[in-house]
């Protein structure tokens, strides 16, 4: 049986453990560019087998939320050297999450840019902006030939964060957001060879991924999944075609010897454990928003070898040193879900460490 605390090969990454720090995004970038607080946070999670930044915007249009970071501007690559530089001299590890926000958006967040997604259809619910909650905008529709401006906008941000220091990034294709949405049967309604068929919708974020994978190295590359999520109006609610369209995006990604794939979906799933096996190389798991991953529950994901690593959100958004503290069985900080999103360094760099 494989223990949490053993090392593992992630591509081109040794981690020392495997507990991943999953994709957290905490809207305090001031300007979409991360700052003194982001260094002081990611530095305290270095222990980490691997970090993974918060969702980052590839291009200004791609922004979602507030106060995003991305990986577009000369100031914000600037904030991210800083950020990788203190990781890496606690030695750590650093991927950058690459989050296209399609119609996840609205204009007051973006600086106007139009918002773009497969179809014109826009998402349930509504957008956090500077002036409060607004309807999300009905997105334009991306042309066939905008298509290749969407891949370069990835290739061009995976480019810039390694010459930020950054040792790698996570293609964001989950969750409801652009690449989701063009998976997925409830935001995809497009004729064109990006819609239609589960081989159709699953091009784009193939393309992405391959592209990505040719510019800075496949085993810096991993991407991310969550068949079946049905958030965000990203709706896959017919079991043989989520099961096809899924199986289409592996398919095409099997054979680039990426370093990782990571899957957000009950990992004891058939399903699941179908994709982790055509994938072939090093899976990593979470089960969603539900329940929060424990110790308990992700040796239990190694103990039935339902993966090779685990991606831990809250529990590492509140306990820097969580990898020491679930090996010593160290009590744990709490929590708090009020200063997640937004805010200062409260319930951000002010968690405890052990020798704090
Ligand atoms: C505050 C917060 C922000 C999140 N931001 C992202 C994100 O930017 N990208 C992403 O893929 N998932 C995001 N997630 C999902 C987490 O990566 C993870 O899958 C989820 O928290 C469940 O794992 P846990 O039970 O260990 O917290 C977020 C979750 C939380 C709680």
Same mark, same amino acid.
């Given at each position: 049986?494989?223990?949490?605390?053993?090392?593992?090969?992630?591509?081109?990454?040794?981690?020392? =453990?495997?507990?991943?720090?999953?994709?957290?995004?905490? =809207?305090?970038?001031?300007?979409?560019?991360p700052g003194d607080l982001a260094v002081e946070y990611y530095a305290q999670r270095a222990s980490a087998g691997l970090v993974i930044t918060e969702g980052s915007q590839p291009s200004a249009r791609g922004q979602g939320y507030l106060n995003t970071p991305g990986f577009h501007s000369p100031e914000q690559l600037a904030g991210w050297r800083r950020v990788a530089d203190a990781v890496h001299a606690a030695d750590g590890r650093i991927v950058a999450q690459l989050m296209h926000a399609g119609r996840i958006s609205h204009p007051d967040n973006t600086g106007g840019q139009e918002i773009v997604a497969p179809s014109p259809l826009a998402a349930p619910d509504e957008m956090f902006t500077a002036a409060g909650p607004k309807p999300y905008p009905v997105p334009r529709e991306l042309t066939t030939d905008e298509i290749p401006d969407v891949v370069e906008e990835f290739v061009t941000a995976a480019r810039n964060a390694v010459e930020a220091g950054l040792d790698g990034v996570e293609v964001h294709s989950a969750n409801g957001y652009l690449l989701h949405q063009f998976l997925a049967p409830g935001s995809n309604e497009r004729t064109d060879q990006y819609g239609g068929s589960p081989e159709n919708r699953a091009r784009l974020t193939i393309e992405v991924t391959k592209a990505v994978a040719e510019a800075i190295g496949a085993d810096r590359v991993g991407i991310r999944i969550s068949p079946a999520h049905n958030i965000q109006g990203a709706t896959e609610t017919d079991e043989a075609d989520t099961d096809a369209t899924y199986e289409a995006l592996v398919a095409g990604i099997a054979p680039l010897g990426l370093a990782y794939l990571s899957v957000l979906a009950d990992p004891s799933l058939d399903r699941t454990q179908r994709l982790r096996k055509e994938f072939g190389g090093v899976f990593i798991a979470n089960d969603g928003f539900g329940q929060v991953t424990t110790k308990e529950s992700a040796q239990a994901i190694l103990d039935d070898d339902l993966a090779d690593a685990v991606a831990v959100g809250r529990l590492f958004l509140a306990n820097p040193d969580l990898p020491r503290r679930w090996q010593t069985g160290a009590e744990l900080n709490e929590p708090n879900p009020d200063t997640f999103y937004g805010g200062g360094a409260e319930g951000y760099t002010d968690y405890p460490a052990l020798d704090a």
């Open positions: 049986m494989t223990d949490l605390f053993e090392p593992l090969t992630i591509g081109a990454w040794q981690a020392p =453990n495997r507990l991943v720090m999953a994709p957290l995004t905490r =809207n305090r970038a001031e300007g979409t560019v």
